[in-house]
């Protein structure tokens, strides 16, 4: 119960923080609009898509790109999470965080939960405003999709969480951020299906096929469907327990060589 | 006299520097303990070995009789932490940075309130609830960080350089504070190398290039001569 205690209290917090930086909350937002708005309407002449899993006929490039979006803003939100938490270990709030006296993996938990609400958070405000374009999915989509998002949010931001706990000063972040998010976003499934990046390049394909953030977003979009698809859970767990064991060895104190 | 901390065959190396070597001393319940050492001594190393955030290899830290390594989250409950560098939120008032705190420790509701309301009237920061920290001087932010160390009632209290910044009066004023915890059975580790910070019938640790130098009661320790000129002998260091 006081552990429970405890872990609102970092959710709490962040999510205080995510609301009072407002500059923050609509760059989140904007980023996939402009996206859907702006380069889906150029992409759909110049991409054809065949009907694949889980479409039964030809969609629109909007419709296809919606899963990939949702993934980006989980995406950008895991690496914020990140930079906050690095923010958190400059400002040293995060030694008071990890002084408390609870399980490490507990507390690091539960900032990964925190962060994983905002970018639900986020995600819910861009279905909203995907509905009122058009792109709607069925409610039965919208219940499954909500799992998927949470599983996305949680293993993206133990990325983030893995990083943080690699980098030691905010300058740095900037760039690994460049060096993470790009990479993951372009070669995945988001923009394209992996037919088509296989025509292009067989490397690339493969590239994108071990790419975690590709699994991500093909489970929200099967689950938006109101279907599962398995590999991409099971790649997509895997990810999330490889990402968060290693930071937690990341934040684990310290240890000297022996002696 | 039982021990609020025992600190055993500490070693700790960053890199292939040596930080710490073979670090052994003891905290009485109820006494001001001074970690007196020049800049690099070690001091912050074992300060951050005792709150668990980095590993000793050897060695053994043991709070109220809780083996750090092996019970933390009993020893962790046990103490109140005050880091060298600051550890707030400056955009949130006094009053959330507290709550915060008393969440990470399990409190909350009318019991966090209370501890809240007792741990700043502890400190004279009452009337400070509301602000927010930003808009504090350097000892009242220092002051709302020893009030946060005691919320959750420990037993040892620990101070990484404390006064690091602060003018004479706010040094003082702190030092006292804190000194007058000890009339309430807490017990203090106060790293410093400022010997003025010291009473004669503190205890002392000095620390001096990552080893334990000399420890007992200041008067004990110094004998006839004044503590500033026995620093600069054992250490080398301007006090």
């Keep these: 119960m006081k552990a429970l205690i405890a872990a609102r209290a970092i959710i709490t917090r962040e999510l205080a923080r995510f609301v009072t930086q407002r500059e923050r909350f609509f760059a989140a937002l904007v980023r996939p609009l402009v996206w859907l708005f702006v380069f889906a309407a150029g992409f759909r002449a110049a991409l054809g898509l065949s009907i694949i899993p889980p479409y039964k006929t030809y969609i629109s490039y909007e419709t296809y790109i919606v899963p990939g979006l949702c993934g980006m803003i989980l995406l950008f939100s895991g690496m914020q999470s990140s930079l906050s938490l690095v923010n958190d270990r400059e400002s040293g709030t995060m030694r008071l ?3 408390a006296p609870w399980p490490r993996w507990f507390l690091l938990g539960a900032k990964l939960l925190a962060g994983a609400m905002v970018g639900l958070l986020q995600v819910a405000i861009f279905l909203v405003i995907a ?4 792109l709607k999915f069925s409610l ?3 219940l499954a999709a909500l799992p998927a998002l949470a599983l996305a949010g949680i293993m993206l931001g133990a990325l983030g969480l893995f990083l943080s706990a690699r980098i030691r000063q905010l300058e740095n972040f900037a760039g690994v951020m460049n060096f993470v998010i790009f990479p993951m976003f372009f070669l995945s499934t988001a923009l394209y299906p992996l037919w088509k990046m296989q025509e292009s390049s067989p490397l690339l394909a493969t590239l994108c096929e071990i790419n975690p953030f590709t699994h991500a977003v093909e489970l929200v979009r099967f689950a938006l469907y109101g279907q599962m698809n398995l590999a991409a859970l099971g790649w997509t767990v895997l990810a999330f327990a490889l990402f968060f064991g290693l930071a937690l060895l990341g934040y684990e104190p310290a ?4 002696r | 006299m039982t021990e609020a901390l025992r600190v055993a065959g500490l070693s700790h190396d960053w890199g292939r520097k040596p930080a710490l070597r073979d670090v052994s001393f003891a ?4 006494r001001f303990c001074a970690l ?3 800049n690099g001594a070690g001091k912050s190393t074992l300060m951050a070995v005792l709150t668990g955030l980095i590993r000793p290899a050897p060695g053994v830290v043991s709070v109220g009789g809780h083996d750090l390594g092996r019970s933390p989250r009993a020893a962790l409950a046990r103490i109140g932490v005050v880091y060298q560098a600051p550890t707030y939120d400056l955009d949130r008032s006094v009053f959330a940075n507290l709550k915060y705190f008393a969440a990470l420790q399990g409190l909350s509701g009318a019991m966090a309130r209370d501890r809240i309301a007792a741990s700043l009237a502890r400190l004279g920061m009452e009337e400070r609830a509301g602000e927010k920290v930003a808009a504090l001087n350097g000892g009242h932010r220092r002051r709302m ?4 160390a005691l919320i959750h009632a420990p037993r040892l209290l620990l101070l990484d350089e404390p006064t690091v910044g602060l003018d004479a009066p706010a040094r003082a004023a702190i030092t006292a504070h804190v000194h007058a915890l000890t009339a309430e059975g807490i017990s203090v580790l106060w790293a410093t190398h400022l010997v003025d910070e010291l009473h004669p019938d503190d205890d002392l640790v000095l620390l001096h290039q990552g080893r334990v130098a000399a420890a007992g009661r200041v008067d004990a320790v110094t004998g006839a001569t004044p503590l500033a000129e026995w620093f600069l002998t054992r250490t080398g260091a301007a006090a």
Excluded: F, Q
């Design chain 2, 27 to 30: 905290v009485p319940e109820g």
């Design chain 1, 140 to 142: 039965i989509g919208y």
């Design chain 1, 97 to 99: 965080m990890l002084t």
């Design chain 1, 131 to 134: 509905w009122g374009y058009g």
């Design chain 1, 255 to 258: 240890r000297t060589r022996s």
């Design chain 2, 145 to 148: 960080e020893i009030a946060r």
């Design chain 2, 36 to 38: 007196l050492g020049p």
